[in-house]
């Protein structure tokens, strides 16, 4: 038997014991009986209103639960992905890194190309740019 169930059964129990056995001489005048645990029906009633106000919590909570569970899956996903997009770039960069490194190996800059600020004095400088952010 599930907890729930249990808590069912022990208030139809509960139920049982305070439901009211007052004789109709004490009733008619508007008494009740010393031995009827019927005084105690509203103590049971409480107790059964805090039981389904928490059963409604914990199912609203339940509910939360599996949202955020499934939120942090999407962002798992979308971690993953990240993680392909960056591994793709990284990969792209180091090809033209190579063949930057690869145009100055035959493009033999000389100190006058440097001074000139010429187009491989942007590769001699950008490739030792991007060398020093990986380093
Ligand atoms: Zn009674």
Redesign the pocket.
């Known amino acids: 038997m599930t907890d729930e169930e249990l808590v069912k059964q022990a208030l139809a129990e509960l139920g049982d014991v305070v439901r009211?056995?007052?004789h109709e001489a004490y009733k008619e005048r508007g008494l009740?009986?010393p031995d009827?645990q019927?005084?105690s029906a509203e103590a049971l009633a409480t107790v059964e209103r805090h039981i389904a106000t928490l059963t409604e919590q914990l199912e609203a909570a339940r509910a939360d639960a599996k949202e955020a569970e499934a939120y942090a899956e999407e962002l798992e996903k979308d971690q993953v992905d990240l993680c392909r997009q960056l591994i793709a770039a990284e990969d792209k960069l180091a090809k033209a890194v190579e063949a930057l490194k690869e145009a100055l190996y035959f493009l033999k800059p000389t100190e006058s190309d440097m001074e000139k600020k010429a187009g491989i004095y942007r590769i001699v400088t950008t490739l030792a740019e991007i060398e020093g952010e990986k380093g």
Do not use: A, G, L, T
């Open positions: 009211c056995r007052c009740h009986d009827c019927c005084d």
